[in-house]
């Protein structure tokens, strides 16, 4: 028995499975965890993550390993938490080395969609390449990046703000969360998605009411899911003319439209890659979904236990 316990945590819930050696999911557990208190303490995150894990483990004396995706900044494999949107107050805290020494038992800790990417890479959709691109679509837009079989973090914990790069700088960009305009995650994102179709039509849809509709030959609704597909291909593309990687893997609620996104995605490419990288980029829909956060902290418990 090899098995490992993995979690994706999110803003405002913690997810949580037991993974088998062969990459099965056991006994998903689902709990709310707020980090949108701005003012949490380190002390104080450490032992509600504390709390939450020890319930689990006190049942399973034979897990010896966690892995966990986080939405935070972290350095190489450190496990130490640089920063968090999140949680504005806390830096460098050793959050990986903390929850083992509350837990016993090993724990890695990572960014949250360089986890997803760690997952597609392992498990999914990217099985088998070296160098990965990753791309999630949420409620924000991530990045993961994998460089010849090492999980790229940058020096800062900071590689791969995919999300706001800057795909438009006409009079009309669209604001962005992070202060600039004519960020990628200013179209791309399930909010920017919601927000932009309430614009057009009036109407107050989630991404998934919005693809419905597209779906339906509605215009609006399809011409906002293309406009997504088309600013994400030239951030795409433009990460590619840095990095050179073939293999790029997209999760997240928006790929539920993937009939559209997909050829919107591929017409920017061609339009914006150079001639030896054009038309030699693959761009595969994830096969985990939502579980590719999961399975990458599950590969990192599984790898350095
Ligand atoms: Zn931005």
């Not at 498990?123 to 070296?130: E, P």
């Given at each position: 028995m090899n098995h490992v316990l993995a979690a994706d945590i999110g803003g405002t819930n913690i997810r949580a499975t037991v993974v088998t050696e062969q990459g099965e999911l056991q006994q998903q557990l689902r709990s709310q965890i707020d980090l949108g208190d701005r003012k949490l303490t380190e002390d104080a995150l450490i032992e509600r993550l504390a709390t939450f894990f020890s319930g689990i483990l006190n049942d399973k004396p034979d897990i010896k390993a966690v892995g966990i995706g986080f939405p935070g900044f972290f350095i190489g494999d450190t496990g130490v938490l640089v920063a968090s949107p999140n949680l504005p107050?806390?830096?460098?805290?050793a959050l990986a080395e903390k929850l083992s020494h509350e837990l016993n038992v090993a724990v890695h800790i990572q960014n949250d969609a360089l986890c997803a990417a760690i997952g597609e890479q392992t498990?999914?959709?990217?099985?088998?390449?070296?160098n990965l691109l990753h791309v999630t679509l949420g409620t924000g837009v991530g990045g993961g990046l994998i460089l010849d079989d090492v999980p790229y973090t940058g020096e800062g914990g900071?590689?791969?703000?995919?999300?706001?790069?800057?795909?438009a700088y006409d009079n009309a960009a669209r604001v962005c969360g992070c202060g600039?305009?004519?960020?990628v995650e200013a179209y791309a994102s399930a909010t920017a998605i919601s927000a932009r179709y309430a614009e057009v039509t009036g109407a107050q849809l989630d991404t998934r009411q919005i693809y419905e509709r597209a779906h339906h030959n509605q215009r609006d609704a399809i011409n906002i899911i293309e406009s997504a597909g088309h600013y994400l291909g030239i951030a795409i593309a433009q990460s590619i003319k840095l990095l050179d990687i073939k293999t790029v893997t997209i999760s997240g609620g928006?790929?539920?439209a993937w009939l559209l996104l997909y050829p919107a995605i591929m017409t920017s490419l061609d339009a914006e890659l150079i001639p030896p990288l054009k038309g030699k980029i693959k761009v595969h829909r994830s096969i985990?979904?939502?579980n590719a956060g999961i399975f990458g902290a599950a590969a990192i418990a599984r790898v350095k236990q």
């Open positions: 107050n806390l830096h460098h805290v498990y999914g959709a990217g099985k088998g390449v070296r900071m590689a791969m703000e995919l999300g706001h790069l800057r795909v600039g305009s004519g960020c928006l790929t539920g985990l979904d939502d």
